[in-house]
């Protein structure tokens, strides 16, 4: 059974096909650059845009794995459609769907794209699962990256602000065991960190994955935007994420218990997942 994987280079789905891959199935990789993929020997790698449904080939494919936030958010439930139509068409059985914790919250303004394609999925006639992480740990290398390597430092609003940054591989974990495994139709899985910590504890926790110390610094709102946008981030990401700091202040978010559930073991901690990116982290020469 041949496994579509969509967004295939990104940060989830290159792990999905290194799981896959290990598992001996059979990988094709859609990604709109293939010349830059670099994923593993044997791994069907096809050119494609989820915005181009109608261009994708689904021959031998029986099982899916998408990411909603791929879709142009302004035509994602008529894209989405299309998508799924011709993947059940062909002969697709299992879309396993990465949405966000957003879907769950049902916070509006950053959901409704999301839960749409989401409901698109469970009418399509396919066993679905969605997966639906929380914040990545993954983004802390564009927001706090270049003050860590140059400064062995954190900067950030709400200090006392709680998160619980989950790495990016256990979400591939998850999706991958709902792919190659029968009883998880039919799920919505909410993913998170095994870890719930401060932003000054996740400095802390950073350096000890690092074997440095890290210190951090308290910025007011206006100064943190102004950090994420020299970092790069355009203004309204630089705000988006700024107002769920500000909402998990005040509603600090919890650990959800459902990576130990599908995957029997502890998800990986901020820790370890800054030990894994300590080459990205190291400091700058």
């Not at 290159?14 to 994923?39: C, S």
């Not at 914790?101 to 749409?116: D, I, K, P």
């Not at 256990?170 to 910590?197: C, S």
């Not at 926790?205 to 440095?212: E, K, M, V, W």
């Amino acid at each position: 059974m041949t496994i579509l994987v969509t967004g295939a280079t990104g940060t989830v789905g290159r792990h999905v096909v290194d799981r896959l891959v290990a598992a001996g199935r059979p990988v094709r990789a859609l990604t709109r650059n293939p010349e830059n993929a670099g994923l593993s020997v044997g791994v069907d790698v096809v050119q494609g845009d989820l915005n181009r449904p109608g261009d994708l080939s689904f021959d031998g494919v029986r099982g899916v794995f998408l990411i909603a936030g791929l879709f142009d958010p302004d035509h994602a439930t008529d894209l989405a459609r299309v998508f799924v139509n011709r993947a059940v068409a062909a002969g697709v059985t299992r879309i396993v769907c990465m949405s966000g914790a957003a879907v769950t919250a049902r916070r509006a303004g950053s959901f409704e794209m999301l839960h749409a394609v989401e409901q698109v999925v469970e009418e399509s006639g396919a066993t679905w699962t969605h997966v639906r992480p929380g914040e990545f740990a993954v983004n802390k290398l564009d927001v706090w990256g270049e003050s860590i390597r140059k400064e062995d430092m954190v900067r950030n609003a709400y200090p006392d602000g709680v998160g619980v940054p989950i790495h990016e591989k256990d979400i591939a974990e998850v999706v991958a065991i709902a792919l190659l495994r029968d009883g998880h139709g039919g799920q919505a899985y909410d993913l998170t960190g095994p870890e719930a910590l401060t932003h000054r504890q996740q400095a802390e926790t950073i350096g000890a994955g690092l074997g440095r110390p890290i210190a951090f610094e308290g910025l007011t709102f206006g100064q943190a935007r102004q950090a994420y946008i020299e970092a790069g981030i355009p203004m309204e990401i630089a705000e988006y994420v700024l107002c769920y700091q500000a909402e998990y202040a005040d509603e600090p978010p919890q650990v959800s218990p459902t990576f130990e559930q599908v995957t029997s073991r502890k998800g990986r901690t901020l820790a370890q997942w800054a030990a894994d990116h300590a080459d990205e982290l190291a400091p700058a020469t």
